[in-house]
T-cell receptor, first 113, second 113 residues
Framework: DTAVSQTPKYLVTQMGNDKSIKCEQN?????MYWYKQDSKKFLKIMFS???????INETVPNRFSPKSPDKAHLNLHINSLELGDSAVYFC????????????FGPGTRLTVT | GQQVMQIPQYQHVQEGEDFTTYCNSS?????IQWYKQRPGGHPVFLIQ?????EVKKQKRLTFQFGEAKKNSSLHITATQTTDVGTYFC?????????????FGKGTHLIIQP
């Protein structure tokens, strides 16, 4: 029974397109995150949602927008995709703030051509 | 913004040798977590350190948190091929719900049999 799931696992698309990545957690956690991991494996937080409220919004382009329909889901929508958006995107969840371990999803490898 | 520096970026060892990765922050941390990411996988939580000078062990892995809570290390004794992967430290500066984890850039452990 997967704790944190993401779809799709792979996403290949062209520049200028709009795409979404879905994330679901069945752990009952109240905080969910989106991370971007570049080709050098640097892991950078993009967004954090706690009880459907955005509590961290790092300096990411406003082409990226997180959407949380309920506590168990945090989707990532990306407009006007650019080559530099190519990366692996990880969703994660935790039972609170940074004093709690984070459970990561399997990742979505996004390739923009 | 606040940064957690992690060294080395890459470490090649012969199987059976020891391995250590270090993390350092210029500002006092509230807590530090360690994650392991296998090649092609997602980060998996290993441990959390909260107290000044704390030392925790998991089989061949030893984790330390500095007295000033500004540095941490992970030491693996007698590495095995299953230890291959990238090890990340992740620190928090407030511990509160409005803060997130700042990840180090990771240390890639490469083991030669």
């Amino acid at each position: 029974d997967t704790a944190v799931s993401q779809t799709p696992k792979y996403l290949v698309t062209q520049m200028g397109n709009d795409k979404s990545i879905k994330c679901e957690q069945n752990l009952g956690h109240d905080t969910m995150y989106w991370y971007k991991q570049d080709s050098k494996k640097f892991l950078k937080i993009m967004f954090s949602y706690n009880n459907k409220e955005l509590i961290i919004n790092e300096t990411v382009p406003n082409r990226f927008s997180p959407k949380s329909p309920d506590k168990a889901h945090l989707n990532l929508h990306i407009n006007s995709l650019e080559l530099g958006d190519s990366a692996v995107y990880f969703c994660a969840s935790s039972n609170g703030g940074p004093l709690y371990e984070q459970y990561f999803g399997p990742g979505t490898r996004l390739t923009v051509t | 913004g606040q940064q957690v520096m992690q060294i080395p970026q890459y470490q090649h060892v012969q199987e059976g040798e020891d391995f250590t990765t270090y993390c350092n922050s210029s500002t006092t941390l509230s807590n530090i977590q360690w994650y392991k990411q296998r090649p092609g996988g997602h980060p998996v939580f290993l441990i959390q350190l909260v107290k000044s000078g704390e030392v925790k062990k998991q089989k061949r892995l030893t984790f330390q948190f500095g007295e000033a809570k500004k540095n941490s290390s992970l030491h693996i004794t007698a590495t095995q091929t299953t230890d291959v992967g990238t090890y990340f430290c992740a620190g928090s500066y407030s511990g509160g719900g409005a803060d997130g984890l700042t990840f180090g850039k990771g240390t890639h452990l490469i083991i030669q049999p």
